[in-house]
């Protein structure tokens, strides 16, 4: 079956550096990317859109300057925290999808800042 | 845009019995319903999903039912196990803003040995 590939699993960084966070779809070709924040005992929410060559559309709220996106190729994509502070800890999972309802999610990344 | 509610929150059964977690969603144009299990730490997996075209879908313990009119979807478990244990989320898409996924806030299910 379809597989996205997340690197990392877990980081922890200083407040101030900034992260990247990259999906790979490894046996398919991403029509779109989604990035995803879940917060402890919390639902999955969306943070952007991203299609191949183009640029991301971010949800309400989200700033684009401080996660940013890239989508180089159909099969990765990568989120950067940048500047990041404690506040932005949490777990960030990407899900790719493949034709109309065809949804992959990758293993998701624990984000510790401190 | 699309806003998907769900209940309950939490859910505890005894093993054997059967477990139901309802979904509302508020576009109409939705037209794709999605279930997903999370384990603590783990990636969401699909379970089962239903299109605006059919009313009901099982799979083996599972199934889950739609009622377009009323805005409705609903998850069923039957014959519950301790490893059915898990964080549940239902979700809606309709297709427009390139299909992505409305996610519902989830349901801790508790199966007791």
């Known amino acids: 079956g379809a597989v996205v590939s997340q690197h990392p699993s877990r980081v922890i960084c200083k407040s101030g550096t900034s992260v990247k966070i990259e999906c790979r779809s490894l046996d398919f070709q991403a029509t779109t990317m989604f990035w995803y924040r879940q917060f402890p005992k919390q639902s999955l929410m969306l943070m952007a859109t991203?299609?191949?060559?183009?640029?991301?559309?971010?949800e309400q709220g989200v700033e684009k300057d401080k996660f940013l996106i890239n989508h180089a190729s159909l099969t990765l994509s990568t989120l950067t925290v940048t500047s990041a502070h404690p506040e932005d800890s949490s777990f960030y999972i990407c899900?790719?999808?493949?034709?109309?309802?065809?949804?992959?999610f990758g293993s998701g990344t624990r984000l510790t800042v401190v | 845009g699309e806003n998907v509610e769900q209940h309950p929150s939490t859910l505890s059964v005894q093993e054997g019995d059967s477990a139901v977690i309802k979904c509302t969603y508020s576009d109409s144009a939705s037209n794709y319903f999605p279930w997903y299990k999370q384990e603590l730490g783990k990636r969401p997996q699909l379970i089962i999903d239903i299109r605006s075209n059919v009313g009901e879908k099982k799979d083996q313990r599972i199934a889950v039912t739609l009622n377009k009119t009323a805005k409705h979807f609903s998850l069923h478990i039957t014959e519950t196990q301790p490893e059915d244990s898990a964080v549940y989320f239902c979700?809606?898409?309709?297709?427009?803003?390139?299909?992505?996924?409305?996610f519902g806030k989830g349901t801790l299910l508790t199966v007791n040995p």
């Open positions: 979700a809606a898409s309709s297709g427009g803003s390139n299909y992505k996924l409305t």
């Open positions: 991203s299609n191949e060559g183009s640029k991301a559309t971010y």
């Open positions: 899900s790719a999808r493949q034709g109309a309802y065809g949804y992959t």
